[in-house]
Structure formats: structure tokens, C-alpha cells
């Protein structure tokens, strides 16, 4: 089928043949001929056209309201994004009514026609609980991939690479954490205000990396360690632990591995497997402004204060 608009058929009669060639100057006859063919769209039926961005089909947002619609089973916008299969059939059912399906743009629309207050379709099913010791396995892994990749948590939710990488981080922590919970309880923290990004992490331009260890893997590597400045912060399953800086993160860490100055946190480490504990660093390189005291300590009373880990005297 061919959709041909008003503009179309105003293009269209100024090149048809028998015009009057005196009033259509030959330039213009032929750039509206370009202008019709180009602007023509060649459709099989039922199929809307191919869409790259939805930010340039006005319907774009009508297709996923559809597809939300036909896909919920009657659950909110939150509930289908925690539920692959609940996921799934959302993309699927907006596949059936595009040529071109992008999952992070189609979920990202959603969550936005949600937050406008545009997703007019009811909500009559509640999902599960999340039992409590998920939140901190939840605020752990989102913090470590939002800071790995400067994400935020909608596209934790809405991009099907980084939500592999969430599971991926809270799996790390407790194998067997389903993902719906980790999501719903991500989203839970995030509502509550508890992963506000810290003010300080205008320090992403001060090329930080992040890298993540088991304890047993952080003794194997030891001599790999950087010997950079940087902030360390040990976890487990139970949220975080301590949070230090060092203009060393190797020297530091060996000291802590070989017997803690704090007391309550080095009983802590000997009580516990080590499987169970994670460190992870945020190094800098040596020009960077960390090499600074004074900023590292900024930095790190910042992840104290937002991360509230167990064994640090607050700052």
C-alpha cells in the first residue's frame, strides 16, 4: 500500500503530465518529483513504517501504549520491566506493529509516557514481595554498574546490555539472587531517594575506573593491584562494610588483608568466608586531582555518607 498525504498530491500536481510547462519552471518540477518519490513509503498491510529513532515518528508512543496494553496482563509499567517474560511480550507485541524493534527505546519510551502520567491502561495484578536482605545486594550491584558505565537506573531497567551487567554485579554478591528481585528492589531504593548520585562524582572526569574482586581473586592478584590513588570499599551481602582512600590502593590493601587497624572490621573479615566478600576499587590515575588528600578524603566522606557502611566512623 502507498500513503500518499496532501502534501504529496500538491507535490504531485506540480510535475503530472499535462501541466502547462510554462507555469512550472523545470528546476522545481524536478526537485518535487525527487521530493514525492523520497517522501513515498511502501508499506505491506498492517505494518507501520520503519522507524531508527522514535524520536522522529510522532506515533511512536502510540505503538508502545498498545503494546503495553496488550502485553501487561493487567501489571504496572514497573512490574512488566522486573519480568522477562512479562519483557518479552511487550517486545514482542510492539515487533508485530514496526519493522524496526530497538528494546532500550521501546522500554525508555515506556517509562517516560509513565512518568507524564500518559499510560492510561489499569493496574489489577501486584507482583511479588522483595524479601529485605535483596536491598542491599540491589544498591550494591546498581551502584557498582551505574559508576562503571555512568548509567542511570532507568536504563539499568530499559537496556538488555546493562541489565545483564546488573545481574552480573549482584550475582557476584549472592549467586543465587533472582533478577526480579534485584530490579524491584533497585527501583524500591531508587523511589526512596537511596541511589542519589554522590555530588562528588564530578570526579568521572577525572577518568576513574572501577574494578571489582572476590576477596580470594584480590589475594591471588595482589602484585596487579594498582598502585594508584584511589578509594577501596569492601562488601558483602549485608551492604557495605568499610570505605578507605589511599594515595595506594596496594599498599592499603595489603595492610587491611594482613590484620585491620579497625578492630570490629578485621574480627569481621576473619569470622566471614572470604567468598562472601567482594572489594571494590575506584582508582585514579596519578595527575589526576586525587593525588590530592584532601579530595580523596572528600570523596570518600561522600560514599560514607550516601553507602553507610558498617565499621567507618562517619565523617
Request: overall charge positive; aromatic content about 6%; charged content about 25%.
Amino acid at each position: 500500500m502507498i500513503e500518499i498525504t496532501s502534501h504529496d498530491r500538491k507535490l504531485w500536481s506540480c510535475c503530472r503530465p499535462g501541466r502547462d510547462a510554462r507555469q512550472v519552471k523545470p528546476r522545481r518540477t524536478f526537485g518535487c518529483c525527487i521530493a514525492l518519490l523520497a517522501g513515498l513509503t511502501i508499506l505491506p498491510p498492517g505494518r507501520q513504517a520503519r522507524s531508527h529513532d522514535c524520536t522522529q515518528r510522532p506515533d511512536w508512543e502510540a505503538v508502545v501504549h498498545r503494546a503495553f496494553a496488550e502485553a501487561s496482563g493487567g501489571f504496572s509499567c514497573d512490574e512488566l520491566l522486573f519480568d522477562d517474560q512479562r519483557l518479552q511480550a511487550f517486545l514482542d507485541a510492539t515487533a508485530a506493529q514496526v519493522d524496526h524493534l530497538d528494546a532500550k527505546q521501546a522500554c525508555l519510551t515506556l517509562l517516560r509516557l509513565r512518568k507524564t502520567g500518559r499510560l492510561s491502561v489499569a493496574t489489577t495484578q501486584r507482583g511479588s514481595p522483595v524479601a529485605e536482605h535483596v536491598y542491599p545486594i540491589a544498591e550494591i550491584a546498581a551502584r557498582q554498574v551505574m559508576d562503571q558505565f555512568q548509567v542511570s537506573t532507568d536504563e539499568l531497567l530499559a537496556d538488555p546490555p546493562m541489565r545483564c551487567q546488573l545481574q552480573k554485579a549482584a550475582e557476584r554478591i549472592q549467586a543465587d539472587v533472582a533478577a526480579y528481585d534485584v530490579r524491584k528492589a533497585m527501583t524500591a531504593l531508587r523511589k526512596r531517594r537511596r541511589l542519589q548520585p554522590e555530588l562528588v562524582l564530578r570526579v568521572a572526569d577525572w577518568q576513574r575506573t572501577v574494578q571489582v574482586y572476590d576477596l580470594p581473586g584480590l589475594r591471588d592478584r595482589m602484585a596487579d593491584l594498582p598502585k594508584q590513588p584511589g578509594v577501596y570499599l569492601f562488601r558483602d551481602a549485608s551492604g557495605y562494610l568499610y570505605i578507605g582512600e589511599s594515595i595506594n590502593l596496594q599498599t592499603r590493601l595489603k595492610s587491611h588483608l594482613s590484620g585491620s587497624d579497625r578492630v570490629a572490621f578485621a574480627d569481621y573479615l576473619a569470622e566471614r568466608a572470604e567468598q562472601q566478600l567482594t572489594v571494590e576499587l575506584h582508582v585514579f590515575p596519578r595527575d589526576s586531582p586525587a593525588s590530592k588528600v584532601t579530595v580523596r578524603r572528600a570523596y570518600e566522606s561522600e560514599l560514607i555518607r550516601s553507602r553507610q557502611p558498617r565499621f567507618n566512623v562517619r565523617p
